[in-house]
């Protein structure tokens, strides 16, 4: 698959993700997925995804940049969003918050194989700090 047209695919997941759609996160997403070094499957990619909603009810995923390559992308997505109670190990509360995550995906047969993702946890506590 070419990069423009794996960007469209991406572009796809993520607004699978954001509008909740579970049934059809496997169209995006392999059964086998690996994040950040442990094999959770699509199921536990999917209860991470569903426990990130419950724990942060205003999540939403916007792009901010993107870099697509045959079978990889490369993604800085913004978030602008009140966590409820702790979050990342801090307790952020109900507070209104933005960050971003720095995240490299693998694709295999036109689905996500592996993850690596990196949130910017320094600028939430910041944000917290000033508070």
Known sequence: MSGIGLAEVYRGYIDCLNRQDWAMLGQFVGDDVIYNGERIGVSGYRAMLERDFRE???LRFEI?????EPSMIASRLQFDCSPKGTFLGLAVNGKKVAFSENVFYAFRDGKIAQ???VIDKAAIEAQLAQR
């Open 115 to 117: 993850v690596w993702s």
């Open 64 to 68: 901010a940049l993107i870099v697509a």
């Open 56 to 58: 942060i009810p205003d």
